[in-house]
């Protein structure tokens, strides 16, 4: 396998799908339960996490040994520690893939092929990851390149097709019941944003680090605006009822009829998240992939590809026994979990490192 | 005896009688070699032998009375008068009778004089020849009428009739243990990088093959990923096409024998250009442009989107349509996949009939084929009419592309596709259209990303992508990796002469 090698700009367009994909579909639902009419600021605040995240990312890289996240790790908790922190961090990982996949497979069993096994519709797209995957993250980059503008693209047309029919008064009168519940929808927000840690992985593979940092805030500031914009036109559209569907823009883009004909395009709904579904996914896979080789060494990473896979097959399955226990878990804990293995935990690695090479370069300082 | 005299190896004999045994048992069974017996200067006995056909025999024979005349002096001395006169004409000296067997076939002839151990080679090599016609795959409206054809050196000559300068560059190899055909790889030296030449010469000479009878054979052993049904070169018989790449700093590789040359490296987009964009009027080629890019996706998509609508979102169908195409559809026995695969498989034996059949039954076939695809096929109630019209528009789409090559590689993989989407709907749909963009992310021509400029992204060469620019305005040459680009000469149009200047 080629190790192929990507540009900011390629890393900076995935980084973006892998964000947006499920938030758009998802999110105004959850932040409607949380933040009620104020619902629309919670990706604002919310991009917080993600500039904080991003500059994280880029500390760690600037700290680490090649830029791999695992030898800091062993550098810095010494090798037995350092090597099961990475798995855990890997494991963690393949837990919140695993959820992403569920909850793919339950969207499309539920809205659209009721009698196809979910294990199919799961089983197909892990394959053209697996695909996608042992092309290397530069044949990825290609891919999405070229299907990340299409699915923008579909994911605004639908919100333009949707603007006759939005009331702006919806979201009056803001801050109803104060700044808590907005704090609260900001974390959840907070809690997808939190998933750009994941480049960790993929910076060592960019040939134009250096201008990273440009890209990367520009990206989170993309993501701010096109989750403002599914935010506000879902919530316009539905108001607080937006609060009962698991999927408010997909039930939104059932109100889009033009001319008669133009009608029922959920299927295109479907398509547009599947896509999106497919870049966040692979990216996991590849990252989870890229992760194991590292921590154990190995040195072809393809063979890698179809383990892994089966692996994150049946993880999906393992997860629970069904949609409800997933739903729970994210409505109650899953923020929390997230944001402490994305951003609190690498946070503290970093600490810590940096406390430790300052006690280096002290004693350094003293022997000499 | 006779297996010492078939070696190439032996030595040429001074004796022109042992010399004559030696040839003879070289060209035994060759029925197609002839010889032809001279004095040189009434006095030497020298032999000519060549291959009919293959060989000015006039001017052979001319020879053959000029040097009868020749004065030659007496004693040892004239060895070397025959030398002498010998290069007056066009000739030159061959000291194996392996060389002496290739220049035969070339179509020179060979002469062979007694006390001499070598033979001189007189380049007499011609033979008929097919005129320069109009190119027959890729004809334009507007634009030049000739095309390539099956001689090498004609092909060469009208490239280099087309670019005069020193720098186009054409290196030659030779092909197939048996065929020896010749290869030529054309270029514009400070216009196509130097790897690219070096790369195309290495793949070229790693081929171990029997035969090359068409630049098909070499194709195959060149492109970068031969498990791909997308070709990675392009094959034209068409000089301005070849002209035109070679000057955006490509490389062109002729092969003896075919009119048809390849072209290296290419993207996908340069499949959907035809050199006749560059001839009309900028904004209509636009337009054409266009209409190729969305014909693209109904020859690959139009079947399957039809079978996962029918079959999955009846929904999306407007209720109007949704029931003529009930209706229609109401006393066919099959499922709509099934339906599509019937017609498609139909339609492409048709095509490839239509191809193959001689000319005096052509006609019969398309009829027979309007009844097949058309009325007959929809009254015998084995297909509905709104498939009969989808499988028309998608083979109409397939024709749309101005590469015969894309077009066919899009059919095959309507195929695959058209079966998921019957399985899967529009998700299987998208799932093999994921698959095929996953397989053209990974594509490489000659080390240039199949996808270009596109992804990755190089935004300076969209223009040639998403309009036809006109002159002036694509100066930028593409950048086809590792090489600089650069720029064309070029400046914007100015306005010159009296009329167009405003009072």
Redesign the interface.
């Known amino acids: 396998m080629v190790q192929g090698r990507i ?1 900011a ?2 890393l900076a367009i995935l980084m973006f799908q892998i964000i947006l994909s499920s938030s758009v579909l998802l999110m105004p639902s959850i932040s409607t339960t949380l933040s009620g009419k104020d619902m629309w600021m919670t990706p604002i605040l919310g991009s917080v996490t993600g500039y904080l995240t991003i500059w994280l990312v880029l500390k760690l890289h600037h700290l680490s040994p090649n830029g791999s996240f695992i030898k800091l790790l062993v550098g810095t908790f010494g090798k037995w520690i350092g090597l099961s922190m990475s798995v855990a961090f890997i494991i963690f990982q393949i837990h919140i893939l695993a959820i992403t996949t569920r909850d793919y497979g339950e969207f ?1 069993v539920t809205n ?2 009721l009698k ?1 096994p979910i294990q ?2 799961i089983g ?2 892990l394959l ?1 990851c697996a ?2 995957v042992k ?2 993250i ?10 990340i503008p299409i699915i923008t693209f579909c994911t605004l047309i639908i919100c333009i097709l949707l603007f006759p029919e939005l009331n702006p008064s919806e979201i009056l009168p803001m801050f109803e019941r104060g700044v808590q519940p907005i704090m609260k929808g900001t974390i959840v927000v907070g809690g997808w944003f939190c998933q750009v840690t994941l480049i960790l992985f993929i910076l060592p593979l960019v040939k134009d680090v250096k201008v990273f940092r440009k890209w990367g805030y520009l990206t989170v500031t993309a993501i701010t605006v096109m989750m403002l914009i599914a935010n506000l036109t879902v919530f316009m559209l539905m108001g607080e009822s937006t609060a009962f569907f698991n999927y408010p823009l997909f039930t939104a883009s059932r109100y889009i009829a033009y001319a ?2 133009f ?3 959920e ?1 295109v709904v ?2 547009v998240w ?2 999106g579904e ?1 870049f966040k996914i692979s990216f996991y896979y590849f990252v989870i992939q890229k992760g194991i080789a590292e921590t154990f060494t190995v040195t072809k990473p393809a063979i890698l590809v179809v383990p892994v896979g089966l692996l994150l097959f049946t993880s999906t399955f393992w997860l629970a026994r069904d949609f409800r226990m997933i739903g729970e878990f994210i409505s109650n804990a899953g923020t929390l979990y997230i944001i402490t293995g994305n951003v609190i935990f690498p946070f503290l690695v970093y600490c810590i490192a940096r406390i430790k090479r300052k006690i280096g370069s002290g004693q350094a300082q003293n022997k000499a | 005896m006779t297996a010492a005299f078939h070696s190439h190896d032996q030595a040429i004999s001074p004796h022109i009688d042992q010399v004559r045994a030696q040839m003879e048992a070289l060209l035994a069974d060759c029925s197609d070699a002839a010889y032809l017996e001279c004095m040189i200067g009434k006095k030497v006995k020298g032999f000519f032998y060549y291959f009919n056909g293959l060989t000015n025999e006039e001017r052979l024979n001319e020879i053959r009375y000029d040097i009868a005349d020749w004065n030659i002096d007496e004693g040892s001395e004239w060895l070397e008068s025959i030398a002498q006169e010998v290069t007056a004409f066009n000739c030159s000296r061959t000291d194996s009778f392996t060389d002496m067997m290739d220049q035969m076939t070339l179509g020179n002839a060979i002469l062979l004089v007694d006390g001499n151990d070598f033979g001189y080679v007189f380049s007499l090599s011609e033979w008929r020849k097919r005129a320069i016609e109009d190119p027959v795959a890729e004809s334009v409206i507007r634009g030049p009428r000739e095309g390539f054809t099956e001689s090498l050196d004609d092909n060469i000559a009208m490239l280099r009739r087309r670019i005069r300068k020193s720098s186009l560059k054409m290196k030659g190899i030779e092909i197939g243990e048996y065929t020896k055909t010749r290869v030529v790889i054309g270029f514009i030296e400070g216009l196509a990088a130097p790897e690219l030449i070096q790369e195309i010469e290495e793949r070229l000479s790693a081929i171990v093959i029997d035969g090359v009878l068409e630049s098909g054979n070499i194709e195959e052993y060149i492109e970068d990923q031969p498990y791909s049904p997308f070709p990675q070169l392009i094959s034209t018989e068409r000089p301005d096409t070849v002209a035109g790449n070679l000057l955006e700093g490509r490389a062109v590789i002729f092969t003896d024998h075919t009119p048809f040359a390849l072209i290296a490296p290419i993207s996908l987009f340069s499949l959907m250009q035809s050199p006749e964009d560059y001839y009309q009027r900028f904004m209509i080629s636009t337009f054409i442009r266009w209409l190729r890019y969305l014909f693209f996706l109904v020859a690959l998509l139009a079947p399957s989107a039809y079978v996962a609508l029918l079959t ?2 009846q ?2 169908i ?1 209720s109007a ?1 949704l029931l003529s195409i009930a209706k229609s559809r109401e006393s066919i026995p099959f499922p709509a996949l099934v339906e599509a695969f019937i017609m498609e498989t139909m339609f492409e034996a048709l095509r490839e009939a239509g191809v193959r059949l001689p000319k005096q039954v052509g006609a019969a076939v398309s009829i027979v084929g309007a009844l097949v695809i058309g009325q007959a096929a929809t009254s015998a109630g084995l297909v509905s009419s709104p498939m009969v019209m989808v499988v028309a528009i998608t083979g109409i789409a397939s024709f749309l592309l101005p590469h015969y090559s894309i077009g066919i590689s899009i059919r095959l993989l309507r195929f695959p596709i058209m079966l998921m989407a019957g399985m ?4 299987g749909l ?2 093999g259209v ?2 095929i ?2 397989h053209l ?2 594509l490489r021509s000659f080390g240039v ?1 199949y ?1 270009s400029p ?4 190089m935004v300076g060469e969209w223009k040639d992508v998403v309009m036809r620019p006109q002159g002036w305005l694509s100066r930028q040459r593409p950048r086809l990796t590792r090489s600089g680009g650069g720029f064309r000469k070029g400046e914007r149009r100015k306005n010159v002469g009296t009329s167009n200047r405003r009072e």
């Open positions: 540009s700009f390629q499309i659209f092929y196809t199919v519709i197909a797209m053209l695909w996608v092309g290397g530069e044949v990825m980059a290609r891919t999405g390149q070229i299907f008669e004909f009608e029922h395009v299927a479907m398509m599947v896509l497919f | 999955y979102h929904e999306m407007p349509l899967l709907g529009l998700l998208l799932i994921i698959g963009v996953i992310s990974g990303p996808l596109i992804a990755p992204m």
